[in-house]
T-cell receptor
Framework: TQLLEQSPQFLSIQEGENLTVYCNSS?????LQWYRQEPGEGPVLLVT?????EVKKLKRLTFQFGDARKDSSLHITAAQPGDTGLYLCAGESDNYGQNFVFGPGTRLSVLP | EAQVTQNPRYLITVTGKKLTVTCSQN?????MSWYRQDPGLGLRQIYYSMNVEVTDKGDVPEGYKVSRKEKRNFPLILESPSPNQTSLYFC????????????FGPGTRLTVT
């Protein structure tokens, strides 16, 4: 069974601070996705990274896929209260017909 | 509006009483999937479907059934629900070539007593 770990599990910071969330596995994934989930709602896709070493930027969010396609990071610059939520990484494995594995999530709270 | 819909949103039932949670998408996506989300365990994939009449087990398929007779619908069936199936369930759909980007429904909170 493929597993994804995320760290930290919880993060509480002040508005304006920077932060990095990590997603790690011993397995190789064909792609890795990041989602944000707010209470009472389904996850919303933020980005998909496919190539080892790939870096994608989405406004104040920077996503990186590890060279070996086993890990990823999400960096938020100058966090805002609107960034508060549960951040989930998900690895897609084509070994099992597009089976997805999710990490347990990082719960971020940005205080004004 | 492009969306994934689930019904019901909330359901309280008793052990052993068969139930179906419906999922429908209007984006003509080939890929559909069911997940359950539990505290501390994250989202775990139950079943997925690459296309009509094609379904595969995810990581936690025991106690669940699915069918994909039409492209837009992917119902989740619990033939004999048990309390350990109390959870928050999400349906998702996606399309793509090299990789699939998933769009999630609003969730169904199921309680089995």
């Amino acid at each position: 069974t493929q597993l994804l770990e995320q760290s930290p599990q919880f993060l509480s910071i002040q508005e304006g601070e920077n932060l990095t969330v990590y997603c790690n596995s011993s397995s190789v994934f064909s792609s890795l996705q990041w989602y944000r989930q707010e209470p009472g709602e389904g996850p919303v896709l933020l980005v998909t990274v496919v190539t080892g070493g790939e870096v994608k930027k989405l406004k104040r969010l920077t996503f990186q896929f590890g060279d070996a396609r086993k890990d990823s990071s999400l960096h938020i610059t100058a966090a805002q209260p609107g960034d508060t939520g549960l951040y989930l990484c998900a690895g897609e494995s084509d070994n099992y017909g597009q089976n997805f594995v999710f990490g347990p999530g990082t719960r971020l709270s940005v205080l004004p | 509006e492009a969306q994934v819909t689930q019904n019901p949103r909330y359901l309280i039932t008793v052990t052993g009483k068969k139930l179906t949670v419906t999922c429908s998408q209007n984006m003509n996506h080939e890929y559909m999937s069911w997940y359950r989300q539990d505290p501390g365990l994250g989202l775990r994939q139950i079943y997925y479907s690459m296309n009509v009449e094609v379904t595969d087990k995810g990581d936690v398929p025991e106690g669940y059934k699915v069918s994909r007779k039409e492209k837009r619908n992917f119902p989740l069936i619990l033939e004999s629900p048990s309390p350990n199936q109390t959870s928050l369930y999400f349906c998702a759909s996606g399309s793509g070539g090299t990789f699939y980007e998933q769009y999630f429904g609003p969730g169904t909170r199921l309680t089995v007593t």
